[in-house]
């Protein structure tokens, strides 16, 4: 498995233009993500501690889970955390035509109803971004990812690698489901205690 943490310049140049990588630089402010729920354990696990806390995050849902799920994806909601659409299905977008991947994006919308969108491992063509964008979507992206889904590493290193980008105005990314949870459930408290001693908040993205 081939990935990086963080987002060089020439990373981002890869891909189409008008996608989100990071916020506007705030004091103390990191912007906390979690791809692939809702999960019935999980999820309600990771509320918990942001908002014991009191940070607000954003959850990139499965349409299919939300379905599965609603009363998890309410209590996201509930929580004052912000939702967005990661495709019905967990959609390759380079596997697929764009209008298939929009019928997707679509199908899931129905359920979650949010202007964010962040696409599943990062694959989105020129011309899906153009229809998505076109849809009213904002297409975000990450400044660092914790690789709390690879296997082959443990939690310690996926706190690591979130603590590493953990500076203003960063997106960083984590997954609330059961492959990466043996991970997460090391890295997300750590992180979180970094943050206290360095007094640094999460806010959920800007859904307008």
């Given at each position: 498995m081939w990935y990086i943490t963080s987002t060089p310049w020439w990373?981002?140049?890869?891909?189409?233009?008008?996608?989100?990588?990071?916020?506007?630089?705030a004091e103390g402010t990191v912007y906390?993500?979690?791809d692939d729920g809702p999960h019935p354990e999980i999820t309600p696990w990771v509320c918990n501690?942001?908002?014991?806390?009191?940070?607000?995050?954003?959850?990139?849902?499965?349409?299919?889970?939300?379905?599965?799920?609603?009363q998890i994806f309410e209590r996201v909601k509930a929580g004052g955390h912000m939702v967005g659409n990661h495709t019905h299905h967990h959609m390759h977008g380079w596997?697929?035509?764009?209008?298939?991947y929009l019928q997707n994006v679509e199908l899931a919308n129905s359920?979650?109803?949010?202007?964010?969108?962040r696409p599943p491992y990062g694959a989105i063509k020129q011309r899906q971004a153009k229809l998505l964008k076109r849809r009213g979507y904002s297409i975000i992206m990450w400044s660092g990812i914790s690789a709390d889904f690879d296997v082959k590493i443990t939690g310690t290193?996926?706190?690591e690698n979130s603590i590493k980008h953990c500076k203003p105005g960063n997106i960083l990314v984590f997954h609330d489901s059961e492959k990466a949870?043996?991970?997460?459930?090391?890295?997300?408290?750590?992180?979180?205690?970094?943050?206290?001693?360095?007094?640094?908040t999460s806010q959920s993205l800007d859904g307008r």
């Open positions: 990373l981002r140049a890869i891909f189409p233009g008008g996608l989100v990588w990071r916020q506007k630089p906390l993500t979690f501690l942001l908002e014991a806390a009191g940070h607000k995050a954003t959850f990139f849902c499965i349409g299919q889970n939300v379905l599965r799920y609603p596997k697929v035509s764009p209008q298939e359920s979650i109803g949010s202007p964010l969108f290193q996926a706190a949870y043996p991970r997460l459930k090391i890295a997300l408290p750590e992180l979180l205690r970094y943050m206290a001693a360095n007094g640094i």
